[in-house]
């Protein structure tokens, strides 16, 4: 190891610090890269593996083969419990040691976690679905429940474990709570024939409607392709009480479940707390437009962890693409000022976005310009999720489970796969 | 429901159930299917799925899935908690709800555990690779070791992190030995950068030979083809003590390891404890040649569980096969029972075995005849492993896998999948 050149430190392997890598791959620094993962997620197929259509390793790729010829790259499985950014040092926890790195510059971007809006109870019944380990556990909860209902003798308990509510009007609710419908209705209901069982999909809003980005009239055609699926869609009204067995609305509906979806807002990440720096809204970090963090000398921070506003005074959303786009900003800016060039600010290439709801329903909005729905729009987000796969074995699985699914309206994956010691020789020891 | 025709309950999804079960599809009888998980296992893939070459998912079968035409054949996921063989009741465990359910006839089908020949000392520090869980942790256990042995200062310390000792001399032994090398040599020495790691994989067989019953020429191939691969093997001497840092053998030999695999031996499942008889050699449950048990009326048991001699009085093997063949007997002989047909004894066509090394390496005792080994005895081994594993979809994304991995060399699912709540909040409780 040359130890004259500097050394950047990347804290969360999400997209934000994986372009930051990449756009520092085979520069003059030494990269470290920190993440409580060995894997890349690929977030947005993350309902697919929670509704049985796409195994966890499909959407995962190790860190360490994105960047096996890199070899100014390396990595670290760990979690940073503190950062000292006055001697600029990170603290990291591997298994039960602790180590301290030293950077020359780092870059945060660790992302966001789920926020209950202060209510923070809900968290206790509520499944999420922000990392691999949530998916599994989602997949695991919803075959389980169905296993249960079975066997259940009083009706109303029955209905309650076929009953799924998802929280919250974004991409992630809508595409969850139709891919829960697709399973429901093209599977489990053929294969769990002991009792009629009925499911329940209830997607719940507070918003009078849904997708807030997106023009009116996608979201009105969302709307209409989820109620045609056969989802439930309830509008107007946030989520006041939660418990094992039901999930009351402000209006007074009473739903009872034993299965909720929390997909209804996100918060930055935690570790922006550890520059001790007063937060924006939603704790949020705020960055200056090179993606530097004011006050912290050396560090940059990206994705939905940061806040920064554009143009016209909008904080830009917590989406993929800016992620991706600060973090190859943050390297570029980097080597700028390593270089003794000129370091530039944020400019947001927006693409536009799209959100699927099930077989062939889909609505998409390219470049906000352009509005497509249904078979198109579907047909659109396919392509655009294969393209952007990481590792060609993973897109090639992917689709052999895409097109076995879309013709035969099967779901491959539905083994319930509890994590945890072997069970051996559990009926001993419950004897 | 026909509450008139007779009802079979089959204990476990196995091989030994699964058979029975098929036989007794779209026959005259009603069948419930308990299993602890709600998918069947293929087992003689399991070391693949550990060495990270397969995902869990394309080596199990959801039940349901199997018997979706069976009308008569019914599925529980649960865990039989006793047997009451006076009033043909067992009792089941579903979540946090006991069910009992009646039986006219009953099959036992639940296989083998680990056992450690009295030393159950061991068990606290040995992987297991009985079931998908067992592979899942033994893959998340092996990355682990090697990404902190990454970080490693004590360069003791890091070998034993890289060292792993596979105890057991049979297939299972062989299999895994030889796939954790190739996946150190041909991948993870190529990924893990930092440090210089070397791996020793030591596979402990107390006999003098490998391969018990297998005839002299292809043990020495076997050990030959291991060795050529790279894999230590250490014959003669039995495991005398386990630490969680070292094993220590009989002839005083000590490994440093943090990675003990245990493929030494298996004894009956400890349902057979249920009947209240005597068991034989292995804990394995006596049973007349229709695979009926004495003295239990109506109850029938198959597999790894049962003690059964052949016409030279040695006991049938614990294998697959065997299992399979009396699953559909045993059915048979019930269906004869209710038939007023005539119940026939057990006879073992024996296809000989087979057991792989690695990559290109194996050997095959055809129909205890023809000896094969090296490479044609590898493309035996794959070609009746492709044939025998359920699902057509399992079959292609695993032949993509096969066909992925021996070209690149390359080990697709290297993902350390933890399960459990999401990490969402974790930084902030560790503060």
């Given at each position: 190891?040359?130890?004259?050149?500097?050394?950047v430190?990347i804290i969360g392997a999400g997209f934000g610090g994986l372009f930051a890598a990449r756009a520092l791959?085979?520069?003059?620094?030494?990269?470290?890269l920190?993440?409580?993962?060995?894997?890349?997620?690929?977030t947005?197929?993350?309902?697919?593996?929670?509704?049985?259509?796409?195994?966890?390793?499909?959407?995962?790729?190790?860190?360490?083969?994105?960047?096996?010829?890199?070899?100014?790259?390396?990595?670290?499985?760990?979690?940073?419990?503190?950062?000292?950014?006055?001697?600029?040092?990170?603290?990291?926890?591997?298994?039960?040691?602790?180590?301290?790195?030293?950077?020359?510059y780092l870059i945060l971007a660790t992302g966001s976690?789920?926020?209950?809006?202060?209510?923070?109870?809900?968290?206790?019944?509520?499944?999420?679905?922000?990392?691999?380990?949530?998916?599994?556990?989602?997949?695991?909860?919803?075959?389980?429940?169905?296993?249960?209902?079975?066997?259940?003798?009083?009706?109303?308990?029955?209905?309650?474990?076929?009953?799924?509510?998802?929280?919250?009007?974004?991409?992630?609710?809508?595409?969850?709570?139709?891919?829960?419908?697709?399973?429901?209705?093209?599977?489990?209901?053929?294969?769990?024939?002991?009792?009629?069982?009925?499911?329940?999909?209830?997607?719940?809003?507070?918003?009078?409607?849904?997708?807030?980005?997106?023009?009116?009239?996608?979201?009105?055609?969302?709307?209409?392709?989820?109620?045609?699926?056969?989802?439930?869609?309830?509008?107007?009204?946030?989520?006041?009480?939660?418990?094992?067995?039901?999930?009351?609305?402000?209006?007074?509906?009473?739903?009872?479940?034993?299965?909720?979806?929390?997909?209804?807002?996100v918060?930055g990440s935690?570790l922006a707390?550890?520059?001790?720096?007063?937060?924006q809204?939603g704790?949020r970090l705020p960055i200056l437009p090179t993606t530097e963090v004011p006050?912290r000398?050396?560090v940059y921070a990206v994705g939905d962890m940061t806040y920064l506003e554009n143009e016209?005074?909008q904080p830009y959303p917590m989406l993929i693409p800016v992620a991706q786009q600060q973090g190859k900003l943050a390297a570029k800016n980097i080597l700028a000022e390593?270089?003794?060039?000129?370091k530039r600010p944020f400019h947001y290439h927006d693409r536009?976005?799209?959100?699927?709801?099930?077989?062939?329903?889909?609505?998409?909005?390219?470049?906000?310009?352009?509005?497509?729905?249904?078979?198109?729009?579907?047909?659109?987000?396919?392509?655009?999720?294969?393209?952007?796969?990481?590792?060609?074995?993973?897109?090639?699985?992917?689709?052999?489970?895409?097109?076995?699914?879309?013709?035969?309206?099967?779901?491959?994956?539905?083994?319930?796969?509890?994590?945890?010691?072997?069970?051996?020789?559990?009926?001993?020891?419950?004897?």
């Amino acid at each position: 190891m040359n130890t004259q050149r500097p050394r950047v430190i990347i804290i969360g392997a999400g997209f934000g610090g994986l372009f930051a890598a990449r756009a520092l791959a085979n520069q003059p620094v030494d990269v470290l890269l920190i993440d409580r993962s060995n894997f890349h997620t690929f977030t947005p197929l993350l309902y697919q593996v929670a509704t049985c259509a796409l195994d966890p390793s499909e959407i995962a790729y190790p860190v360490r083969s994105i960047f096996r010829k890199d070899r100014n790259i390396r990595s670290l499985l760990g979690t940073v419990t503190s950062i000292d950014y006055a001697d600029k040092t990170v603290t990291v926890r591997i298994a039960d040691q602790t180590r301290h790195e030293a950077y020359d510059y780092l870059i945060l971007a660790t992302g966001s976690v789920p926020t209950y809006f202060g209510q923070s109870a809900f968290r206790e019944h509520a499944l999420e679905l922000r990392t691999l380990s949530d998916a599994v556990n989602l997949r695991n909860h919803i075959l389980g429940q169905f296993e249960q209902a079975t066997w259940e003798e009083d009706e109303a308990v029955r209905q309650a474990m076929t009953t799924i509510v998802v929280v919250g009007g974004g991409p992630t609710g809508l595409e969850t709570a139709g891919a829960i419908y697709e399973l429901y209705s093209h599977v489990l209901n053929r294969e769990y024939i002991q009792r009629e069982l009925k499911t329940r999909v209830i997607l719940v809003e507070m918003q009078p409607h849904l997708l807030e980005p997106y023009p009116e009239p996608l979201r009105q055609a969302a709307l209409e392709q989820l109620r045609s699926l056969g989802v439930e869609v309830h509008l107007g009204s946030p989520v006041e009480a939660v418990t094992k067995a039901a999930v009351t609305l402000k209006d007074g509906t009473v739903i009872a479940t034993h299965t909720l979806v929390w997909a209804a807002g996100v918060k930055g990440s935690p570790l922006a707390e550890m520059l001790d720096l007063p937060l924006q809204r939603g704790e949020r970090l705020p960055i200056l437009p090179t993606t530097e963090v004011p006050d912290r000398h050396g560090v940059y921070a990206v994705g939905d962890m940061t806040y920064l506003e554009n143009e016209s005074g909008q904080p830009y959303p917590m989406l993929i693409p800016v992620a991706q786009q600060q973090g190859k900003l943050a390297a570029k800016n980097i080597l700028a000022e390593i270089g003794g060039g000129e370091k530039r600010p944020f400019h947001y290439h927006d693409r536009g976005s799209m959100a699927t709801i099930g077989r062939r329903r889909a609505v998409a909005w390219i470049y906000n310009k352009i509005q497509l729905r249904g078979y198109i729009a579907w047909l659109a987000w396919l392509a655009l999720h294969l393209v952007t796969l990481l590792g060609f074995r993973n897109r090639l699985n992917v689709f052999v489970n895409w097109v076995w699914n879309y013709f035969t309206y099967d779901r491959s994956v539905r083994i319930i796969l509890e994590q945890g010691r072997g069970e051996g020789e559990k009926v001993i020891s419950e004897k």
